[in-house]
């Protein structure tokens, strides 16, 4: 297929995107400046999480919702301003409330662009008359992203010994990029939605029929459990580098290389799931966790930092896939909606677990934490899987 000419500009410009978003020179060291430069404990750490969850929370689903009533190039804009206010805060806060409050609006940023850039994209090769080709240019959006965090990562660290607030000033401009990068995409034509209750009754409409969607609240759960499951690693990665004796000098070369790994697995993960299929791919992905959790559990050697590449691993598989499956059932003129919904439920799940594996590594350390990590994640993922399974008949999922 080829993948050139206008009709294929906005998802080569939301490609592009993808990569400006995680631009993120602050990632490999972010929890050093907190500890170091901030003073905080790994519970106000999560607690600082649990508020940026809040927030996305708080926003996730209206925006989701406004980006179907007044376009996702709208919601992205949007998005893109509030992210350069977010860093701007960032880069000059010296306290916990001022960390904070970059925490919220960042959040708000990132609800904005939950959803929207995926619906643009489904919408855009829908208009294309390609929309087979979805999980592929979602997987290649995604690819870009990790790996331009895996190149800002491998410099952050080098900008943080330089000056420690010289990261988070360079995400300033990068964020400035992101909005006159929206600025310039189109959105194909959309029927015109007609709203015949409040626009409040018809956001519960959205929410109670996507809940009561056998399909889509099987392929939610499972996003959410594998999701959260990753997602609460990358807080703990750099503790547990710090334990093992890794010099801060190496934090950046290994995450740009987990991400690299990442970006590159996302680009794989279509083909993975044609050739061994979604359900077997899905199951794979839950196993890595857990072997993840239990290997970092238990090994003291520092190269046992490969271990983290499972988690890499299930996050390129299953992200793209999942987006797949849940488009394939959301409704046309509430996509982005339930694409929102999906990622509110992940942050609220987040909301609950974070502060408590914080609490859990200040009063237990951290190993003990990382093996009820994978108890908990074995337990939470086969539940998933189960339903997941029965509500997707091996027949009725197809991935291109």
Do not use: K
Not at 6 to 24: H, I, S
Not at 115 to 128: I, M, Q, Y
Not at 310 to 318: D, E, H, V
């Amino acid at each position: 297929m080829i993948t050139g000419g206008p009709r294929y500009r906005t998802p080569r410009l939301l490609v592009a995107f993808g990569g400006l978003q995680y631009v993120l020179f602050p990632i490999p060291v972010v929890i050093l400046f907190w500890t170091d430069q901030i003073g905080l404990s790994l519970t106000q750490i999560m607690v600082l999480q649990a508020i940026f969850g809040l927030a996305s929370v708080v926003f996730e689903f209206p925006s989701g919702y406004l980006a179907d009533r007044v376009g996702y190039r709208t919601a992205l804009l949007a998005g893109a301003a509030l992210w350069t206010l977010g860093w701007t805060i960032y880069a000059i806060a010296t306290t916990f409330g001022e960390i904070a409050l970059g925490e919220i609006v960042l959040g708000a940023a990132t609800a904005f662009v939950s959803g929207a850039d995926s619906a643009l994209l489904f919408s855009s090769l829908a208009a294309a008359n390609d929309v087979g080709a979805y999980t592929r240019w979602e997987g290649r959006a995604r690819a870009a992203g990790q790996a331009c965090e895996a190149g800002s990562s491998a410099v952050g660290g080098w900008l943080y010994a330089l000056t420690p607030r010289l990261p988070f000033w360079l995400q300033v401009p990068n964020a400035l990029a992101t909005v006159a990068l929206v600025a310039t995409m189109r959105q194909p034509p959309r029927a015109r939605v007609t709203v015949a209750t409040s626009h409040f009754a018809r956001m519960w409409h959205v929410v109670r029929t996507t809940l009561r969607h056998r399909r889509l609240r099987s392929a939610i759960q499972l996003s959410v459990t594998l999701g959260l499951s990753t997602f609460t690693m990358v807080w703990l990665i750099q503790p547990w580098m710090q334990r093992r004796g890794i010099p801060v000098a190496w934090f950046g070369p290994i995450w740009a290389a987990a991400h690299l790994w990442l970006a590159t697995v996302s680009l794989a993960s279509a083909r993975v799931a044609d050739a061994i299929g979604v359900r077997v791919t899905l199951a794979t992905s839950a196993v890595l966790v857990v072997a993840g959790y239990a290997l970092l559990a238990v090994l003291d050697t520092p190269w046992a930092v490969a271990a983290y590449l499972c988690f890499m691993t299930t996050r390129g598989l299953q992200s793209p896939i999942l987006a797949t499956v849940i488009q394939a059932d959301a409704p046309h003129e509430d996509r982005a909606s339930v694409l929102s919904l999906n990622a509110l439920c992940f942050r609220l799940a987040f909301v609950a677990c974070g502060p408590a594996v914080g609490a859990l590594v200040d009063r237990f350390t951290l190993e003990p934490t990382l093996g009820a990590l994978a108890v908990a994640s074995a337990a939470a993922s086969a539940g998933a899987l189960v339903a997941f399974r029965r509500a997707h008949p091996a027949r009725a999922l197809g991935v291109g």
